[in-house]
């Protein structure tokens, strides 16, 4: 493997390379350790001089080569040589964006179709959601539930994949069977402020609103919420999802569902307030036209242009020193006569 060098940037510690002269420094100025005297006197003392002049020749042929390569790859590796990489376009710059899931007692109602099956609600929405999921690239998003009360699952991230597994976990009745929409609002502003401290907003700020009924429940009220939700920055889209009130056939009759009954009006109000839209959804194909029409109304800037990543390359010298030290030492001995 060989460096491309019309490709090479160039060392990031290049003051390691004045390390090169240090061993023969090192040997130079040091003053040698001499042996004075002797420390031991043995009758016997010329017998083992010999032996020890016969067997000082043995390794002598070992080369020295090695040692000097190797130290002048190390110092390359330590001067860190870097080549410029294939230009990418960075990650698009994103929004801040929450997605607010009802999960209330309704939403188990089976009057949607989805694959040419009779599907419940939150199957559907579900199924819609983790495709628009899919295309958040660059977005930071994060996944709240509501029902009696709210929860937030996960907080803003780029991990869509967490999001997506919370997502398909969520069943109807986990945050209770009423409907606190005022409360989901309120808590998504505060998500949103949450991640804020300390750092500069990421982009447009923008909750998602997924509902098929009325606020019955929860502390604040929707409209509120939604003037809070303004004042913070935050662009409210709602999606009033459910048929109407077709689900239930018997006999070749439809009866009325229990659940649809959708409070459209205060829906509006929300997004209105708010700066977004809203939006009505009575199947699947509805909805999802409905998210694709919140991707469209939500532009995402693109970045000005692309760049050239830095590799770091310091693992090649590295290598090399390593198996130049290996043959080194691997070296046949040339036995002294």
Excluded at 260 to 267: F, K, N, Q, V, Y
Aim: aromatic letters at 8%; hydrophobic letters at 45%; charged letters at 25%.
């Amino acid at each position: 493997m060989t460096l491309p060098w019309h490709d090479f940037a160039g060392f990031a510690w290049p003051l390691w390379w004045l390390a090169l002269p240090l061993p023969w420094l090192v040997r130079r100025l040091l003053p040698a350790v001499r042996q004075r005297g002797a420390a031991l006197r043995v009758p016997y003392g010329d017998r083992l001089d010999g032996i020890r002049g016969s067997g000082a020749g043995r390794g002598a042929g070992r080369p020295t080569w090695w040692l000097v390569v190797a130290w002048c790859l190390l110092c390359a590796a330590a001067a860190r040589p870097q080549q410029w990489g294939e230009m990418i376009e960075p990650p698009r710059a994103g929004r801040d964006l929450m997605l607010a899931v009802d999960l209330s007692g309704s939403m188990g109602e089976e009057d949607m179709r989805l694959g040419g099956a009779p599907v419940d609600r939150l199957t559907a929405a579900k199924a819609v959601i983790a495709d628009f999921l899919d295309r958040r690239e660059g977005d930071r998003v994060g996944l709240l539930v509501f029902g009696q009360r709210a929860y937030a699952l996960t907080p803003l991230t780029l991990d869509r994949a967490s999001v997506r597994e919370q997502l398909e976990d969520s069943v109807v009745g986990l945050a209770g069977r009423e409907t606190a929409i005022g409360d989901a609002i309120g808590l998504a502003v505060k998500r949103f402020g949450a991640a804020d401290t300390g750092a500069a907003p990421a982009g447009p700020r923008v909750l998602v609103l997924l509902t098929d009924g009325v606020n019955t429940a929860g502390v604040v009220d929707p409209v509120k919420a939604a003037k809070l939700a303004r004042d913070a920055g935050v662009r409210v889209h709602t999606v009033a999802f459910g048929g109407d009130g077709s689900g239930l056939s018997m006999f070749g009759f439809q009866l009325p569902s229990a659940g649809s009954e959708i409070d459209e009006e205060t829906l509006e109000r929300i997004a209105t307030l708010t700066g977004g839209r809203s939006f009505r959804a009575r199947d699947t194909g509805s909805l999802a036209g409905i998210y694709a029409e919140i991707e469209r109304i939500e532009p995402v800037q693109r970045p000005a242009g692309r760049v050239r990543p830095v590799l770091e390359r310091y693992t090649w010298p590295l290598g090399a020193a390593l198996l130049v030290v290996l043959l080194g030492l691997a070296w046949p001995r040339r036995e002294a006569p």
